[in-house]
């Protein structure tokens, strides 16, 4: 059974930083490609970023260009986000995606609030 696990959400003032965590399990995750996506209420969700399955390509939302970053660690099963410069409006409930064949799975969410 294919489980992915977010960490890493809370609350930050804005401009500061956070780093996201989703830990596969059940998976060849060496061989999925990754993706991060938000949904904030009333809103409808997201993609904000992905990698495939090597790491050798990222894209990402323009709202987060250059402040966010999607890394891998395929040794530990495990994508990041690391979220720098934040502002209110990054504000949401932050899910990992991975796509493997024909297939998508999906994480359970973590909470981001950024708020002074």
């Known amino acids: 059974q294919v489980q992915l696990v977010e960490s890493g959400g809370g609350l930050v003032q804005p401009g500061g930083s956070l780093r996201l965590s989703c830990a596969a399990f059940?998976?060849?995750?060496?061989?999925?490609?990754m993706s991060w996506y938000r949904q904030a209420p009333g809103k409808e969700r997201e993609l904000v970023a992905h990698?495939?399955?090597?790491?050798?390509?990222?894209n990402y939302a323009d709202s987060v260009k250059g402040r966010f970053t999607i890394s891998r660690d395929n040794a530990k099963n495990t994508v990041y986000l690391q979220m720098n410069s934040l502002k209110p409006e990054d504000t949401a409930v932050y899910y990992c995606?991975?796509?493997?064949?024909?297939?998508?799975?999906w994480g359970q969410g973590t909470q981001v609030t950024v708020s002074s």
């Open positions: 990698i495939t399955s090597a790491g050798g390509s990222t």
């Open positions: 995606k991975a796509a493997f064949r024909w297939l998508e799975y």
């Open positions: 059940g998976l060849t995750f060496s061989s999925a490609d």
